[in-house]
């Protein structure tokens, strides 16, 4: 199932019905095609085939006679999901089909690296894609595929590089478009450097993807995030309770910063800020002090005192799997209470942060980033990262990127204003 680029729909539009049918005829029985930048029409070509019911069969560098060049891509979606997926993919496939000649394939992978490995796939129209603009999740489905395990054989035997490189090139594709947080951008990197086509996308709603300003998913997820803080304050101001809101983010606080400070949280624990229980209740009784009923507590789901930063990471580890409670926001709730003998609740959104629509900057920046990608693979250029940085769309190479995180900077610019304002962060 292949669809048309550009001039094909402006023939077919402008001079009526005879040239495209027989270069539709023509095609039909050509050998299958490999590589789209052996021979790209140009515009002459695409006049010549307007006027010549049959068109020559031109001989191409891989071998093949064919008239139109093949472009095929693949798509996929990996990890952990977020609500502009969808918007991003309809990006490039627009982008693509509007701006090339060549007959274009699509192939959605199921359920991320997954689909390549078990090269379970479908093959989609630029139709598609219609209505994703605003519609979250993923229409192809994701999963996490460790990085860690990547040389580890799945549970059946299968290996997962050399599996993903002969499905790749038996479908004979031209690029493969990874929409991914880290983990998955480094295996995008390990499959560029086993020589396949593949560009990354910056999807995480947690922001942590280094290389870029900003992730697609971040601006919905805090938004999600804003709203819930919004709706707790009002429970909280009648009761005149102390809330603990946990907010994802186990290595990274960008959501949580950001939530805290478009929510008025008067104390905000992230993980790259380690805290002093001491410096939390001080805040909490100052909040009382200045006539505060309520007090909002964000904590990241990594939030960490410092003497647990300050313990080697394997006891640490140890220390978090040996927790009773469902997570930090429990225990931080239960040491306020028996400190301040307040009520204290704990309210956690969890995964209603990665659901739901797009926001509109969100949709805006998953167009963005498809554009810049779609742009990228017409043009030639893979074993990169779309990135964002200083408000203009760019590319990154994916070696220099893969496998390091964008944390939060303790003396960073929100986190010094939201100082100013008052907020804590537990560390004075
Ligand atoms: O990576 C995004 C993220 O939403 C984190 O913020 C969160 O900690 C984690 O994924 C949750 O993962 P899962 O969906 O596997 O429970």
Same mark, same amino acid.
């Given at each position: ?18 040239? &495209? ?12 095609? !490999? ?19 049959? &068109? ?6 891989? +071998?093949?006679? *064919? ?12 990890? +952990? ?12 496939? @627009? ?70 490189? @002969? ?41 942590? !993807?280094?290389?870029?300003?900003? !992730?697609? +998913?971040? !601006? ?6 804003? *709203? ?62 200045? +006539? ?21 990471? @394997? ?43 797009? %926001? ?20 030639? @250029? ?26 939060? %900077?303790? %003396?960073?610019?929100?986190? *010094? ?12």
């Amino acid at each position: 199932m292949a669809a048309k680029g550009r001039w094909h729909l402006w023939q077919a539009g402008t001079f009526g019905r005879l040239a &495209p049918l027989a270069g539709y005829l023509w095609q039909a029985r050509q050998p299958s095609p !490999t590589g789209i930048f052996a021979a790209r029409p140009t515009v002459a070509g695409a006049h010549a085939l307007l006027w010549e019911t049959v &068109p020559n069969p031109v001989t191409h560098e891989d +071998g093949n006679e *064919r008239g139109f060049s093949m472009l095929r891509i693949g798509l996929l979606t990996s990890g +952990g999901d977020c609500q502009a997926l969808n918007a991003t993919m309809r990006g490039i496939v @627009k982008t693509i089909m509007n701006n090339t000649s060549d007959e274009v394939e699509i192939y959605g992978f199921l359920d991320g690296y997954q689909g390549l490995i078990y090269n379970r796939y479908v093959q989609l129209t630029p139709l598609d894609f219609g209505g994703c603009l605003s519609r979250g999740g993923t229409i192809l489905g994701t999963s996490r595929t460790p990085f860690k395990l990547l040389d580890t054989p799945e549970a059946d035997g299968v290996s997962k590089v050399p599996a993903m490189k @002969k499905n790749y090139k038996n479908l004979k594709l031209d690029c493969l478009f990874m929409l991914g947080g880290n983990g998955s951008t480094k295996t995008a990197n390990r499959l560029a450097e086993e020589g396949l086509n593949v560009i990354a996308l910056p999807k995480t709603i947690d922001n942590d !993807t280094y290389g870029t300003d900003l !992730t697609f +998913g971040f !601006t919905s997820a805090t938004e999600v995030a804003t *709203r819930c803080i919004d709706d707790i304050k009002t429970t909280a101001s009648s009761h005149g309770r102390v809330f603990v809101i946990e907010i994802m983010g186990h290595k990274v606080g960008w959501i949580p910063l950001y939530a805290g400070v478009a929510g008025g949280a008067d104390v905000i624990l992230v993980p790259e800020i380690p805290y002093e229980m001491d410096n939390v209740i001080k805040a909490i009784e100052k909040r009382e002090e200045d +006539g505060g009923r309520f007090a909002i507590i964000v904590v990241a789901e990594g939030a960490i005192s410092r003497e647990e930063a300050a313990m080697p990471k @394997k006891d640490y580890k140890k220390l978090v799997a040996a927790r009773v409670k469902p997570s930090v926001a429990y225990d931080i709730a239960e040491e306020i209470a028996q400190r301040t003998n307040r009520e204290v609740r704990v309210a956690v959104p969890g995964h209603t942060q990665r659901g739901g629509q797009p %926001d509109a900057q969100d949709r805006i920046f998953a167009t963005q980033c498809g554009v810049e990608a779609a742009q990228a693979c017409l043009s030639g @250029k893979f074993g990169i990262m779309i990135a964002q940085r200083n408000g203009k769309m760019c590319r990154v190479p994916l070696e220099e990127v893969a496998g390091k995180l964008k944390f939060v %900077d303790p %003396d960073g610019e929100l986190v *010094r204003e939201a100082k100013l304002l008052g907020i804590s962060f537990g560390d004075e």
